[in-house]
């Protein structure tokens, strides 16, 4: 997520340089090709005024729907924030001696706690974790260019930027070295480990620890959990229908192709001059329709790793400092802190 109040100019001009590369040329072509009388020919400016227009409306569609499945993503997260708290909160409350026939220990009682409260922690890093595991319409998946400047995106201005490998070492720290090993082996580790919770849960009714309402209403909570994640992974498993997704590229293309062969003659009305001073201010407003593309290109994808993604890891980390404090813990980490403007 970018915590900056704007976008810098060079770091605009660093993510797309390329695109401006290209445009100058495939333009400053054309302009030479006028210029010295190789092509005439002139498009009327109402029909690439009118595709314009159109792709302009497209684009526009295509960014809502990014836009929203990007501020989808941030408020099942916000959800995962408030539940987990809740989480801490009635296993703080509801795990006591009140119902049990034979009464545990201070200690006992806080170490049932813990186990629980540790378990939904890992729950929350092996969540974050699945959901960073690229997908085949992601763009480190597309291979060529588009692959290695994903993985330049990821490392300046993304995952890169925090140690990625916490998450390993997170789980291995909330959950007992048999119960990991076990777990970890799963397919869908996240879910095994809410349903480890479930089973836990019953023991701890059959141990009296809890009566039947106080297990039905934290099984309730275990049920939120699931349907938050169920939520990330309907975003991070279905894409953008790729219908929307791929044809706003052509369009754009299209217009940009029949741009400088409308905009060009009328440039060169004013002098000869004009032909030179048509290339830049062409290549502009092409820039500014690549740019509307790029822009829900990169914000389709919430969880892919990049400068546009939900901050997972700073979330995760709000919600173990909340859990380990409601357990009196002091020595506690560190929130995470934003890297060059990226909050992670």
Request: hydrophobic letters at 45%.
């Amino acid at each position: 997520m970018i915590i900056t109040k704007g976008i810098g100019l060079t770091n605009l001009i660093k993510w797309t340089f390329h695109h401006i590369v290209w445009l100058l040329i495939f333009i400053g072509i054309v302009a030479n090709l006028y210029y010295f009388n190789i092509i005439t020919f002139i498009i009327p400016w109402l029909p690439v005024s009118i595709i314009g227009t159109a792709v302009a409306f497209y684009v526009g569609f295509k960014n809502n729907q990014a836009y929203d499945r990007m501020w989808e993503a941030r408020k099942i997260w916000g959800g995962i924030v408030n539940d987990s708290r809740t989480w801490g909160m009635m296993i703080d409350g509801f795990v006591t001696n009140l119902f049990a026939e034979k009464k545990a220990s201070e200690t006992e009682i806080k170490n049932i706690k813990k186990r629980l409260i540790y378990r939904h922690i890992a729950w929350l890093y092996a969540h974050r974790n699945q959901l960073l595991v690229a997908t085949p319409w992601e763009h480190i998946s597309q291979g060529g260019f588009t692959t290695k400047t994903a993985k330049k995106y990821q490392e300046k201005f993304g995952i890169g930027l925090v140690d990625d490998e916490i998450t390993s070492t997170e789980l291995k720290h909330f959950l007992p070295q048999n119960e990991y090993d076990r777990l970890i082996n799963y397919a869908n580790t996240a879910t095994q480990i809410v349903n480890e919770q479930s089973r836990d849960l019953k023991k701890l009714r059959e141990q009296g620890f809890i009566e039947d309402f106080r297990h039905m209403e934290l099984t309730n909570i275990l049920k939120s959990f699931y349907t938050l994640q169920g939520k990330n992974e309907r975003i991070k498993k279905f894409p953008l229908p790729r219908q929307y997704a791929n044809m706003s590229r052509y369009f754009i293309g299209i217009f940009i192709i029949l741009l400088p062969f409308t905009m060009i003659p009328e440039f060169l009305k004013i002098g000869a001059w004009g032909v030179w001073l048509s290339i830049p201010i062409i290549a502009l407003v092409g820039w500014v329709y690549v740019m509307m593309e790029v822009v829900g290109d990169y914000s389709e994808n919430p969880f892919q790793g990049m400068a546009n993604d939900i901050p997972m890891l700073s979330l995760c980390r709000v919600i173990e400092i909340d859990l380990r404090e409601m357990l009196g813990e002091k020595e506690l980490p560190p929130s995470i802190k934003a890297k060059n403007g990226i909050l992670m």
